[in-house]
C-alpha cells in the first residue's frame, strides 16, 4: 500500500508539472500579447496567411515617364482590427480604395441601351427555360421509373447567376462595386449540382470525331458543364497539373495542359487591373460521384466513369483521342479540386462575335504567322476595319498585357458582344493554358504593344500603380486569392513573376514613347485622367 500511495504521489507531482509548465511557456505569452498592443519588431514577417514577404531591395528606379501620374505614397501601414489592435494593412482593400478605381467610368450609362440585356425579355426567357427543364427531368424519372422527393426548380429572380446576368452593360461584365460577384462566388462553391454534361465542344466531337475542327488533338481538353440548385450553370475544368509543375520546355502551347487554377488566378487579376472582363470563376472541390456521375442524364458521360487499381473514381472524354484511361482525371477517391467559371447570357439572349486574334499564332510544328517576321505588320492591321476607327485596336493591346502577365499564349479567337458595337469590349474567356511557366517570360505575346507602341491612359495608370511598393500586384494578388477555397491557388514563383512581367511592360511603354512621344503612344481623353488629389507612379527597372 505504501508503494502505491508514492506512485500516485508520483503522478500528481508529474502532471502538476506539466500544467506549470504549459501556463508558463504557452498560455502566459498569449496572455501578456493580450494585455499590451501588438507590436512588430523590425525585419519580423507578418502573421498570418495573407501576410507578404518581406520586400526585396528596391531596384534603382528610372526616369519617371511623362505618362506617369501621381498617385498619393501617404499611406498607413498598419489598420486597427475590432479590438483596437495593430494589424498588418490590407493592400487589396487599400487598391480598391484607390481613387483611380473609383472614378466614374465612361462614358457613362444612359439608359437600358448601356445594359446588355432587357430585362423582362431575359426573365421570360429564363422562366420558359426553368418550366422545360422541369418538364424534361420529370419526362426522364418516369421513363426510368425513379422516385425522387426533389420538387420542381424554381425560378428566382433575387438568384446570383440571374442579378450577374442583369449587370452586364457595356463598361464590362460586373460593376466595380457590385456585390452580386461575391454572392456568385459564395453559390458556385456551395450549391449542390443538379445536373452535369459535357460542353458543346466535347458533344461536337463525338461522332465523326474531327478533332482538329474543335480543338487541338493533345488529349487533355476536358470540362463539363455542371447546372446548381438554383438554376445557374458553371463550366468545371478539374484538376491536371499539380501547382509547382512547370510546362515542359518542350511542350508546344497547343499541346499544353488546361489548369484550373490558370482560370482561377486569371480572374482575380482581371479584377486587379480593373478590366472584368473574365467571367467569375471561383475553386470548388467537386465529389465526382455525387455531383456528376449520379446527376448526369447522358449516357456517354455515364459510360466513362471507372475505379482506378487505387480505387479512386475516374472519367474521361468520349472521343477517339482521348478514349483512354491514361488521358482520366481522378477524384482522391471522390473529391475533385476544378474551377468552376459563371456562364454568360444565351446567345439567343445576348449574341455574341468570335473574331480571329490579328496575333494569331500558326498553330503548327513549324510555321509562322506573319506578325512573327514582320516588325512592321501593326502598320497593315491599323488600316483594316475596324482596327482603324474604333477602340478594338486598344482592346487587343489590352488582351496582350493580360495574356502576358499570366504567360498564356494560346489567344487565337475572342469574344465580343455584338450589342456593343466595335468599341465593345474583348470578353476575356478559356484562360487555362496560363501560369504554365514562371521561369520564362514570353515577350512575343507582348507583340501587339510594342509593334503598336499604343496603350490607353486608364490601363498604363493601373500598371505604374501595381508597381508601387503599397499596392505591389504579388501582394495584392496573394491575398486576393486568400479568398478562394482552393488556396493557395498560385506558388509564390508565379506570383513573384507578375511583378517582373510587370516591369517589362512598363519598359516597353516607356521605350515606344522615347521612340514616339507620349501623345502618339499613350490614348485617352480627359474622362480617363485619375483624381487630382492622386500621386506620381515612378517605373521601375
Request: glycine share 4%.
Amino acid at each position: 500500500m505504501p508503494g502505491l500511495r508514492r506512485d500516485r504521489l508520483l503522478t500528481l507531482l508529474l502532471l502538476g508539472a506539466l500544467l506549470s509548465a504549459d501556463l508558463y511557456f504557452h498560455l502566459w505569452p498569449q496572455v501578456r500579447r493580450q494585455l499590451r498592443p501588438r507590436e512588430r519588431p523590425p525585419g519580423c514577417p507578418c502573421a498570418g496567411r495573407a501576410a507578404s514577404p518581406a520586400p526585396a531591395p528596391a531596384a534603382a528606379p528610372s526616369a519617371p515617364s511623362p505618362a506617369a501620374h501621381n498617385f498619393s505614397r501617404a499611406r498607413p501601414r498598419t489598420e486597427q482590427d475590432r479590438g483596437g489592435r495593430s494589424v498588418p494593412r490590407s493592400k487589396l482593400r487599400a487598391l480598391f480604395a484607390h481613387p483611380l478605381y473609383n472614378v466614374p467610368e465612361e462614358p457613362p450609362l444612359l439608359g437600358p441601351e448601356d445594359s446588355l440585356l432587357a430585362s423582362q425579355e431575359a426573365l421570360r426567357y429564363y422562366r420558359r427555360k426553368v418550366a422545360r427543364w422541369n418538364r424534361r427531368h420529370k419526362i426522364y424519372k418516369e421513363q426510368l421509373n425513379l422516385t425522387s422527393l426533389d420538387p420542381p426548380v424554381q425560378f428566382r429572380l433575387e438568384a446570383s447567376w440571374v442579378q450577374f446576368h442583369l449587370g452586364i452593360n457595356r463598361h464590362g461584365l460586373y460593376s466595380r462595386s457590385s456585390p452580386v460577384v461575391s454572392k456568385l462566388l459564395h453559390d458556385m462553391r456551395h450549391f449542390p449540382t443538379i445536373s452535369a454534361d459535357y460542353s458543346q465542344d466535347e458533344k461536337a466531337l463525338l461522332g465523326a470525331c474531327d478533332c482538329t475542327q474543335i480543338v487541338k488533338p493533345s488529349g487533355v481538353h476536358l470540362k463539363l458543364v455542371l447546372r446548381f440548385s438554383d438554376f445557374g450553370k458553371a463550366m468545371f475544368k478539374p484538376m491536371r497539373q499539380q501547382r509547382d509543375e512547370e510546362t515542359p520546355e518542350d511542350f508546344f502551347y497547343f499541346i499544353d495542359f488546361q489548369r484550373h487554377n490558370a482560370e482561377i488566378a486569371a480572374f482575380h487579376l482581371d479584377r486587379i487591373l480593373d478590366f472584368r472582363r473574365v467571367p467569375p470563376t471561383v475553386g470548388r472541390l467537386v465529389n465526382v460521384t455525387k455531383e456528376i456521375l449520379e446527376v448526369t442524364k447522358n449516357e456517354i458521360l455515364q459510360s466513362v466513369f471507372f475505379v482506378s487499381p487505387a480505387s479512386n473514381v475516374c472519367f474521361f472524354a468520349k472521343c477517339p483521342y482521348m478514349c483512354k484511361t491514361e488521358y482520366a482525371v481522378c477524384g482522391n477517391p471522390h473529391l475533385l479540386e476544378g474551377s468552376l467559371s459563371a456562364f454568360l447570357p444565351s446567345l439567343n439572349l445576348a449574341p455574341r462575335l468570335s473574331v480571329p486574334n490579328p496575333w494569331i499564332r500558326s498553330y503548327s510544328l513549324a510555321g509562322k504567322e506573319e506578325w512573327e517576321v514582320n516588325p512592321l505588320y501593326c502598320d497593315t492591321v491599323k488600316q483594316v476595319y475596324p482596327h482603324n476607327s474604333s477602340n478594338r485596336l486598344l482592346n487587343i493591346i489590352d488582351m496582350a498585357i493580360f495574356d502576358f502577365l499570366t504567360g498564356n499564349m494560346d489567344r487565337h479567337h475572342y469574344e465580343m458582344f455584338t450589342k456593343f458595337g466595335d468599341d465593345g469590349f474583348l470578353i476575356h474567356l478559356d484562360n487555362a493554358r496560363g501560369f504554365g511557366r514562371h521561369s520564362q517570360d514570353e515577350i512575343s505575346i507582348l507583340s501587339p504593344l510594342s509593334q503598336c507602341c499604343r496603350i490607353k491612359r486608364k490601363t498604363l495608370l493601373h500598371l505604374q500603380l501595381l508597381a508601387q511598393a503599397d499596392y505591389r500586384l504579388s501582394d495584392v494578388m496573394r491575398e486576393s486569392l486568400l479568398e478562394d477555397q482552393l488556396t493557395p491557388v498560385l506558388t509564390e514563383p508565379h506570383l513573384l513573376a507578375l511583378d517582373r512581367r510587370l516591369q517589362t511592360i512598363l519598359r516597353t511603354v516607356e521605350r515606344c514613347i522615347e521612340a514616339h512621344g507620349e501623345q502618339s503612344v499613350v490614348a485617352g481623353g480627359p474622362e480617363e485622367q485619375p483624381a487630382p488629389d492622386s500621386g506620381r507612379a515612378n517605373l521601375t527597372s
